[in-house]
């Protein structure tokens, strides 16, 4: 454990806040992965004719609980976010508006990107949130 003479031992960090920031760190660093690996899989899909932005959340959210191995609200709100955000850039890099590709005309002129982009987006996001939230088992309860 570390010591600090400034903190009063009641403030010293214990070994659950370090497991704690240790599995946050590695299930964002999983779900950062998870996204790469998804908007991979999104641009060889795009090849083949297959739009698949939905992909990318799943990416996210397998990515967060393979590293993380634990499920909490807080690391599902993130993937969702995370997942939007690959979205958006995954669509903008395979997809950019012809008069000017920049990523921000792309975001200033969001309400003008193709529906199947703006349905989804929020659709990968979900997904994301949704494979790495806290699973309640019915029969025990919340454990």
Not at 5 to 18: A, G, V, W
Not at 95 to 106: E, N
Not at 133 to 140: A, E, F, I, K
Request: proline fraction near 4%.
């Amino acid at each position: 454990m570390i010591e600090d003479e400034n903190l009063p031992m009641t403030e010293q960090p214990t070994r659950q806040d370090s497991r704690a920031t240790r599995a946050w760190l590695l299930g964002m660093s999983g779900a950062c992965a998870g996204g790469i690996v998804g908007l991979l899989v999104f641009g060889l899909a795009l090849k083949v004719g297959v739009y698949g932005l939905a992909v990318i959340g799943v990416g996210v959210g397998m990515g967060c609980i393979a590293l993380a191995r634990q499920r909490t609200w807080s690391r599902a709100v993130a993937c969702g976010l995370i997942a939007a955000a690959f979205s958006v850039y995954a669509d903008w890099s395979n997809m950019p508006f012809v008069k000017d590709d920049s990523f921000g005309f792309y975001l200033a002129h969001w309400s003008e990107v193709h529906t199947m982009a703006k349905i989804m987006t929020p659709l990968s996001a979900i997904i994301a949130a949704m494979v790495s939230r806290p699973v309640v088992n019915p029969t025990y309860g919340d454990r």
